[in-house]
């Protein structure tokens, strides 16, 4: 779908293209043609790579310790991001405490080079193949995540995985176990094959990979890994893997092939074409796993432990890109149509739905986003609450769902329930005013200065919205740190109590009654033992104070007495 990149027609318009995008819980990545990085939405951990954990609510260029970087491949997971150079290297930042940077050490704020991988050969080359010159050299041609996990594919199709992500037991019988790992380590299952594409969620890993020693054509399998409760796996039971199975659904000998794939929370949605030769290029949605949520799209909200169809989409279709959120799903046609199914709440799935009040309005059928005409799509991507898409062959994208901490990267911190344009080409340094003029056909008079009253205006908003996210971010701060205090986890926005996030005003005792109501039997242990330590500080530090009241009272008729 995406144009060539340097034709005589569009190459001066590259810094303004955008050839890939990726979100995070909440924060997104775009990838410009020029090879750059921008990112808006939540900072928290680093995870835009600004240097700062405050929030951005427009897109804004991360940079690199090289400036003479290219960057040709980004991707998001939960609170971290990945971005890969044409030279191989790989470049992680943010959230780090389960070792998904690859780095020893603390959360990032800005981008860190992954040394780690310059040290490696390749699990797919031999011994001799690594001591002959002729061969090409160890390097990186993909890198993916999700979750606290991060994987890359190296150029000779092996897949490498650090972070927090599913391994065998050590104790030889077998079994599942999920440890940090700091250091990329090689999947050796699929020595002999190649690696194409691969997803993960927060338990577990699916990969596409060739049947033979290199992929051609239609010859892609799908094997999948890791926790199991909600059968995300595909594999027709709940029952956990360590190592890699192959999903027989898709076998060589059905007319379907498999060609993208894209993992939720603990949901999988795969794409499929007919294979060749075909006289029609159609394409077909499966999804599997979890559907509480309708994320599954196959109209109720049961989970499917292999993979069926999404069948209230249209037919015939051909789908450009699929990805998942924690609980929605979201595809884009060629044609330009999108649909999404799942979460609504924070996502504004199905505005034309009829929900009110604390209904939840998930969509367990697919739902078509009305909006603009979205022409030449490149691809869709999905954030916890939040979608991202690329249409216009890259010059245009539009995002929807939770707004919060300027995820939408449209300037505004509100929830939207149907497509807002995202602010691209940003308004930085890296675009020339005679450039937007230009493309916006604004007539700008300059002043003796040479700078026009409209850029006045706009270095002055922008102070100011630096300053109001400095406090957001500090307010953010805190009060992920009383949440960590009490509930033992990072605060997250579908904490913010119901009638908060409805109403704006907030009945505490109410809210007590139902988070208590809501808790499971470890979660009120945790707010026992929480509480009774706070009251025990109280008490001690009343009778300090009241034994001090005594001193006081006592000294004065002491010094009278004598």
Same mark, same amino acid.
């Given at each position: 779908?995406?144009?060539?990149?340097?034709t005589a027609d569009d190459s001066g318009n590259m810094p303004h293209k955008v050839v890939a995008v990726a979100a995070g819980e909440a924060h997104t990545l775009a990838l410009s043609g020029d090879g750059y990085v921008y990112s808006w939405g939540r900072g928290m951990?680093?995870?835009?790579?600004?240097?700062?954990?405050?929030?951005?609510?427009?897109?804004?260029?991360?940079?690199?310790?090289?400036?003479?970087?290219?960057?040709?491949?980004?991707?998001?997971?939960?609170?971290?991001?990945?971005?890969?150079?044409?030279?191989?290297?790989?470049?992680?930042?943010?959230?780090?405490?389960?070792?998904?940077?690859?780095?020893?050490?603390?959360?990032?704020?800005?981008?860190?080079?992954?040394?780690?991988?310059?040290?490696?050969?390749?699990?797919?080359?031999?011994?001799?193949? $690594?001591?002959?010159?002729?061969?090409?050299?160890?390097?990186?041609?993909?890198?993916?995540?999700?979750?606290?996990?991060?994987?890359?594919?190296?150029?000779?199709?092996?897949?490498?995985?650090?972070?927090?992500?599913?391994?065998?037991?050590?104790?030889?019988?077998?079994?599942?176990?999920?440890?940090?790992?700091?250091?990329?380590?090689?999947?050796?299952?699929?020595?002999?094959?190649?690696?194409?594409?691969?997803?993960?969620?927060?338990?577990?890993?699916?990969?596409?990979?060739?049947?033979?020693?290199?992929?051609?054509?239609?010859d892609l399998l799908c094997y999948s890994w890791g926790g199991n409760g909600h059968g995300q796996l595909g594999l027709g039971d709940t029952e956990s893997r360590a190592r890699p199975e192959i999903v027989g659904t898709f076998s060589q000998d059905i007319q379907w092939?498999?060609?993208?794939?894209?993992?939720?929370?603990?949901?999988?949605?795969?794409?499929?074409?007919?294979?060749?030769?075909?006289?029609? !290029?159609?394409?077909?949605?499966?999804?599997?796993?979890?559907?509480?949520?309708?994320?599954?799209?196959?109209?109720?909200?049961?989970?499917?432990?292999? %993979?069926?169809?999404?069948?209230?989409? %249209?037919? %015939?279709?051909?789908?450009?890109?699929?990805?998942?959120?924690?609980?929605?799903?979201?595809?884009?046609?060629?044609?330009?149509?999108?649909?999404?199914?799942?979460?609504?709440?924070?996502?504004?799935?199905c505005p034309d739905a009829s929900f009110t009040g604390t209904d939840s309005g998930d969509a367990i059928s697919p739902l078509r986003i009305h909006g603009p005409k979205f022409n030449d799509p490149v691809q869709v991507s999905c954030g916890a609450a939040h979608t991202?898409?690329?249409?216009?062959?890259?010059?245009?994208?539009?995002?929807?769902?939770?707004?919060?901490?300027?995820? !939408?990267?449209?300037?505004?911190?509100?929830?939207?329930?149907?497509?807002?344009?995202?602010?691209?080409?940003?308004?930085?340094?890296?675009?020339?005013?005679?450039?937007?003029?230009?493309?916006?056909?604004?007539?700008?008079?300059?002043?003796?200065?040479?700078?026009?009253?409209?850029?006045?205006?706009?270095?002055?908003?922008?102070?100011?919205?630096?300053?109001?996210?400095?406090?957001?971010?500090?307010?953010?701060?805190?009060?992920?740190?009383?949440?960590?205090?009490?509930?033992?986890? %990072?605060?997250?926005?579908?904490?913010?109590?119901?009638?908060?996030?409805?109403?704006?005003?907030?009945?505490?005792?109410?809210?007590?009654?139902?988070?208590?109501?809501?808790?499971?039997?470890?979660?009120?242990?945790?707010?026992? $033992?929480?509480?009774?330590?706070?009251?025990?500080?109280?008490?001690?530090?009343? !009778?300090?104070?009241?034994?001090?009241?005594?001193?006081?009272?006592?000294?004065?008729?002491?010094?009278?007495?004598?």
């Amino acid at each position: 779908m995406e144009s060539a990149a340097g034709t005589a027609d569009d190459s001066g318009n590259m810094p303004h293209k955008v050839v890939a995008v990726a979100a995070g819980e909440a924060h997104t990545l775009a990838l410009s043609g020029d090879g750059y990085v921008y990112s808006w939405g939540r900072g928290m951990f680093g995870r835009l790579g600004t240097g700062s954990e405050s929030d951005e609510i427009f897109p804004v260029r991360v940079k690199f310790q090289n400036s003479e970087l290219k960057l040709i491949a980004v991707a998001a997971g939960a609170y971290h991001s990945l971005a890969l150079a044409d030279d191989g290297s790989v470049w992680s930042w943010g959230y780090n405490v389960y070792g998904q940077l690859g780095l020893h050490g603390e959360n990032s704020l800005a981008p860190q080079l992954m040394e780690r991988f310059l040290e490696l050969g390749s699990p797919g080359q031999s011994k001799d193949e $690594l001591e002959t010159k002729s061969k090409a050299p160890f390097k990186i041609c993909a890198v993916k995540a999700g979750g606290m996990t991060s994987l890359a594919i190296d150029n000779l199709g092996a897949l490498w995985m650090w972070g927090n992500y599913p391994q065998e037991n050590n104790n030889g019988d077998g079994s599942l176990t999920f440890v940090s790992c700091f250091t990329p380590t090689p999947v050796w299952d699929f020595h002999g094959h190649t690696v194409v594409k691969v997803a993960c969620g927060n338990e577990h890993v699916v990969a596409l990979v060739s049947a033979g020693e290199r992929h051609k054509g239609d010859d892609l399998l799908c094997y999948s890994w890791g926790g199991n409760g909600h059968g995300q796996l595909g594999l027709g039971d709940t029952e956990s893997r360590a190592r890699p199975e192959i999903v027989g659904t898709f076998s060589q000998d059905i007319q379907w092939t498999v060609y993208e794939v894209a993992c939720g929370a603990f949901h999988t949605a795969l794409l499929t074409r007919k294979k060749r030769p075909s006289d029609t !290029l159609e394409s077909m949605c499966w999804t599997f796993g979890l559907g509480d949520r309708g994320q599954l799209g196959h109209g109720t909200t049961r989970s499917a432990l292999v %993979p069926e169809p999404v069948k209230e989409l %249209p037919q %015939p279709v051909y789908l450009v890109s699929v990805d998942c959120g924690l609980f929605h799903t979201s595809v884009v046609s060629s044609a330009g149509d999108v649909w999404s199914w799942g979460m609504e709440k924070g996502l504004g799935l199905c505005p034309d739905a009829s929900f009110t009040g604390t209904d939840s309005g998930d969509a367990i059928s697919p739902l078509r986003i009305h909006g603009p005409k979205f022409n030449d799509p490149v691809q869709v991507s999905c954030g916890a609450a939040h979608t991202v898409l690329v249409a216009h062959d890259g010059y245009k994208l539009w995002s929807w769902g939770r707004g919060r901490s300027g995820v !939408l990267g449209n300037g505004k911190t509100v929830d939207c329930f149907s497509p807002t344009i995202v602010l691209w080409p940003p308004l930085n340094e890296d675009f020339k005013q005679e450039e937007l003029n230009q493309d916006d056909k604004i007539v700008d008079q300059k002043g003796s200065d040479g700078v026009s009253e409209m850029e006045k205006k706009l270095s002055l908003a922008m102070e100011e919205m630096k300053l109001l996210q400095s406090k957001l971010s500090t307010m953010e701060r805190y009060a992920s740190i009383l949440h960590g205090s009490i509930f033992g986890k %990072p605060f997250e926005v579908q904490d913010i109590p119901i009638s908060l996030q409805n109403s704006g005003t907030f009945d505490i005792a109410r809210e007590w009654e139902n988070m208590l109501e809501s808790s499971d039997r470890s979660g009120l242990v945790r707010l026992e $033992l929480f509480y009774r330590n706070m009251l025990t500080g109280v008490k001690d530090k009343i !009778l300090k104070k009241r034994i001090q009241e005594l001193i006081k009272e006592c000294l004065p008729s002491s010094a009278q007495g004598k």
